[in-house]
């Protein structure tokens, strides 16, 4: 054998020698490991062998076995050594470590495995945790339980008793799992899932699948989340909804502190007032107490006997009056609605359900059929759902469009206003500088054997009290309580400068044609002054 030959040869014997030490190695922990534990007998009043069970030991009276650590006590039992098993009779009684107790009609268990399985009758103790069931498997070694027929678990330190159709207990990291008709009976709320996970430590309930929470204050509904039973903090997830004194509260999920009665709503966000038939939208809302704020296109609708009324702002507070069942809505800035009789903007405004009354400030402007109201401050009363009366203050306007070079305009410190039952301006009474301007208008038949209108002369007023009557939006009656300054101008003689009173705006660019134009941004330049 040459030199290189040898020293290959040295080498692959070296690696032999090495690879036969580790696996002699691996093995030998193999067999330490695999090495088991037999169960022992402590105590028992007659160990006898059993002609009918020739491979196990009958053991009889006031028995206890031992096992690792863990003491299992029965009346008597069938002890299987070839199979490190015990199977008990009478009433059972584990014992592991300090807290930990179990008792059922009977057991069995495996010293291999260190599964327990007890049938019947089963009470398991944890601190002041407790279970009850009929079927329960608990693994020694890893501090599992599980149940499959109904079990009932009450917990003394939070007063709560907790039922479901299956579950399992990890008593390591004190977490009870449990599946199938869960329901939690608390000293403070009531709830009633699918799937739930409640720690005891952490005093920690998740929930999956359709859940219900109820309490004295409120009701909610969720298809995922979280809540502490000790604090009352939650979060509700998919289709969240918290039902509070006739009204609702909705999102893709909803944050809520109990104890303060206030929540946070996200995405698809909806308050409903139950009682008023009126709900606000918007991508996030809060909750406190008795008052809801929507923001982030936000909107509200409610529902009236001939109308819908459609309300945006940037923020919408809701503030609920549970004596009378009614709400009041705050909207600002950027207010704009839309109701099919009446159209308005400004930048802030109340609405409260008690007087039926619609409170507008700063630059309002309200459209109704062919009208337009302007003032610094503008009231508006409705019954059910139609316009009612009206009263503005400071620099108050009521303009009627003609055409696109002419307008009926009524001005004046104060004004009073009232409407028929088809919501059309039928009277106006100006208390205070009042002037009007306004334009006969005659039909005539045209070439083409059409009526058309047309405008034969322009009359001006000033006077400090004025009573107008309409028919129509057109001039019924004019009465004048102080001696009126009035000219009658020829249509063709008209001075431009008296085609519009001071402070005269139309601002029908502004209008919202339709629901969804109250999101429309509102463009001054547009404006005729």
């Not at 695999?34 to 028992?44: F, G, K, S, T, Y």
Request: with cysteine; proline share 1%.
């Amino acid at each position: 054998m040459n030199c290189a030959k040898k020293i290959q040869y040295d080498i692959f014997f070296h690696w032999q020698v090495v690879l036969l030490c580790i696996l002699l190695f691996l093995v030998g922990i193999s067999g330490s490991a695999q090495q088991r534990i037999e169960i022992q007998i402590v105590q028992a009043n007659s160990i006898e062998s059993s002609p009918e069970i020739t491979s196990a030991r009958r053991i009889i009276g006031d028995v206890i076995f031992e096992h690792e650590g863990t003491l299992l006590h029965c009346d008597s039992a069938y002890l299987f050594m070839d199979e490190n098993k015990v199977e008990t009779f009478g009433r059972s009684y584990i014992h592991q470590e300090d807290t930990l107790k179990l008792w059922s009609d009977s057991l069995t268990y495996d010293g291999n495995s260190k599964i327990a399985r007890l049938r019947k009758n089963i009470l398991f103790e944890d601190n002041e945790i407790t279970l009850e069931t009929d079927y329960l498997d608990y693994h020694m070694s890893t501090g599992v339980a599980k149940y499959f027929d109904d079990g009932e678990i009450f917990s003394k330190e939070e007063k709560a008793t907790l039922k479901s159709r299956r579950g399992f207990y990890y008593s390591k990291q004190k977490q009870f799992h449990f599946k199938d008709n869960v329901s939690i009976d608390h000293d403070k709320y009531d709830m009633q899932s699918d799937t739930l996970v409640y720690n005891t430590r952490s005093k920690k309930v998740q929930f999956k699948g359709n859940t219900v929470i109820t309490s004295e204050e409120n009701k909610i509904n969720c298809n995922s989340g979280w809540y502490f039973s000790d604090s009352g903090i939650g979060s509700f997830n998919n289709g969240a909804r918290i039902y509070y004194d006739k009204q609702e509260l909705h999102g893709d999920s909803i944050y809520f502190e109990r104890q303060y009665k206030r929540g946070r709503a996200f995405g698809n966000v909806v308050v409903l007032d139950t009682t008023n038939d009126l709900s606000i939208h918007g991508h996030y809302g809060m909750y406190d107490n008795k008052t809801s704020v929507v923001t982030d296109s936000g909107y509200v609708v409610q529902t009236m006997e001939s109308d819908t009324f459609y309300l945006h702002a940037d923020t919408l507070r809701l503030v609920h009056d549970s004596v009378n069942n009614k709400s009041v809505i705050y909207a600002y800035p950027g207010v704009r609605f839309f109701m099919n009789q009446m159209q308005g903007a400004c930048d802030s405004m109340v609405y409260a359900q008690t007087d039926s009354m619609i409170k507008m400030f700063f630059e309002p402007v309200i459209w109704s059929d062919s009208n337009q109201l302007t003032s610094q401050y503008i009231q508006i009363e409705t019954v059910n759902g139609n316009l009612s009366e009206f009263y503005m203050e400071d620099a108050a306007f009521v303009i009627t469009e003609i055409d696109s070079s002419a307008y009926n305009q009524i001005a004046g410190k104060e004004m009073f206003g009232f409407f028929n039952d088809s919501s059309q301006l039928d009277s106006v009474r100006i208390v205070g500088n009042g002037q009007t301007v306004y334009y006969v208008v005659e039909e005539e038949m045209n070439a083409d054997s059409l009526m058309i209108q047309r405008k034969t002369h322009m009359n001006k007023t000033i006077c400090s009290n004025i009573e107008i009557s309409l028919s129509g939006n057109q001039l019924k009656m004019i009465r004048y309580n102080t001696k009126p300054d009035a000219i009658m101008y020829p249509i063709d003689q008209v001075n431009p400068k008296y085609l519009f009173l001071k402070g005269f705006g139309w601002f029908g660019d502004r209008r919202p044609k339709n629901k969804h134009e109250i999101f429309k941004k509102i463009d001054d330049s547009a404006d005729k002054q």
